[in-house]
């Protein structure tokens, strides 16, 4: 099969991780995969190569994009467009040459732009001419169906699923000395607590603290500066807390105004701005809690990375967050935009080490179980086949 994603963007975000995972099994099932994308710097870029895209690059929007985006849609047996900008101009010009037959859209986010009646309507329009829409999440498909004036029977749900093993990996590298994760360690490997205790001393943190992280981008949707408000709340409480933000945001002032609200709460050496990192996983393993105060969110993949470390999960009751973060048992939710609950939660899991050992847990069995790689790719690649 020839398949062809277009994407809006190629930079860091939950979009896109998730669609360098379905390329990765997509090209190790025997199919040829082209990646292109409309507008940023395209920083996976070579990502996808590795991943096993034949090719990646990125294409202007302009008047010549329909002929830009001609031969690729000529070649692709199976077009898979990805985010809101991609879908539209994709539909458009699949339409235009003919390729509605094999195109599909993706829905990764319940879009808050489609509750504007004008967007909704061109959207309800110019949504229907895929094939088939896939959604990440049974929110996201009644947002969809809502909002985006998409009928469910177009609909396909297909929950993400996650590769655990570099998260796995950073886990048992920091775990050294406990037995059913280090059995025949050598040398390097015992060293693990000690490379914890530094990577978590490089941001001035001890191991008395207990290290909140959250890897998003500072975008609207993420509300920063709550969770900042929160966290300054909770750490008069718990003042252990040390909170490290990950992310950054490149298409906005989001992490300018974010710290501007850190300095305005005087937070100091507590809260650690560590802009985009490749080593997200040891982040993950060198903290005790993964907290983000998502006012909506399709379904979180950062949440199962976060997962796949052991952590319990502090987030916000909201969208489909609750489909993948069982209250009470794998995390602690809270009705998102609300300060006191989420300061309540931190200082609830900051208090608790054995609650935090628990929830973590279970929620690395909820990814094996639930979210798991292998039936993602092959859950997208029955869609696909439903066309063909």
């Known amino acids: 099969m020839r398949i062809l994603h277009i994407i809006t963007t190629l930079d860091v975000g939950g979009a896109e991780m998730h669609l360098l995972s379905q390329v990765r099994g997509q090209s190790a099932r025997g199919h040829g995969v082209r990646v292109l994308y409309l507008k940023g710097q395209g920083t996976l870029a070579e990502d996808f190569r590795a991943a096993g895209a034949e090719y990646v690059r990125g294409v202007s929007l302009g008047l010549g994009t329909p002929s830009r985006l001609a031969p690729h849609l000529r070649w692709a047996d199976i077009c898979h467009s990805h985010l809101l900008k991609a879908d539209m101009v994709t539909a458009l010009c699949a339409s235009l040459y003919g390729r509605r037959r094999g195109l599909v859209s993706g829905k990764h986010n319940d879009e808050q732009v489609l509750r504007n009646p004008l967007v ?63 059995a025949g360690a050598d040398e ?26 959250c890897v998003a981008r500072f975008a609207a949707q993420k509300a920063h500066p709550l969770l900042l408000r929160a966290f300054d709340r909770a750490r008069q409480t718990a003042p252990e807390l040390r909170l490290l933000l990950v992310g950054d945001d ?28 490749r ?34 999960i502090v987030g916000s009751d ?32 900051a208090g608790d080490e054995r609650l935090r ?21 092959d859950e997208t690649l029955a869609v696909y086949d439903e066309l063909l």
């Open 120 to 182: 909704s309507l061109v959207h309800g329009l110019v949504g229907r001419l895929p094939a088939r829409t896939i959604v990440l999440s049974d929110h996201v498909g009644s947002f969809i169906q809502r909002h985006g004036r998409i009928p469910r029977r177009n609909m396909r749900r297909v929950y993400y699923g996650i590769d655990p093993a570099p998260f796995e990996e950073a886990r048992a590298q920091f775990a050294a000395g406990t037995p059913e994760l280090t």
């Open 188 to 213: 390097e490997q015992a060293a693990g607590p000690a490379q914890r205790r530094n990577l978590r001393a490089s941001f001035g943190f001890s191991d008395e603290h207990v290290v909140l992280i």
């Open 250 to 277: 490149p298409f906005g002032d989001g992490r300018v105004r974010a710290e501007a609200v850190a300095r305005e709460l005087d937070l100091g050496d507590s809260c650690v701005f560590a802009g985009i990192r």
């Open 279 to 312: 080593d997200v996983p040891l982040l993950m393993a060198a903290s005790e809690v993964f907290i983000m105060s998502s006012l909506w969110e399709g379904l979180g993949l950062v949440f199962l990375e976060a997962m796949c470390v052991g952590l319990p």
């Open 318 to 349: 909201v969208s489909a967050v609750p489909e993948v973060v069982v209250n009470g048992e794998t995390g602690l939710l809270v009705p998102p935009g609300e300060e006191q609950p989420l300061a309540a939660a931190m200082v609830r899991v």
């Open 357 to 377: 050992r628990d929830l973590g847990q279970a929620g690395r069995r909820r990814v094996a179980s639930v979210f798991n790689l292998d039936r993602m790719v």
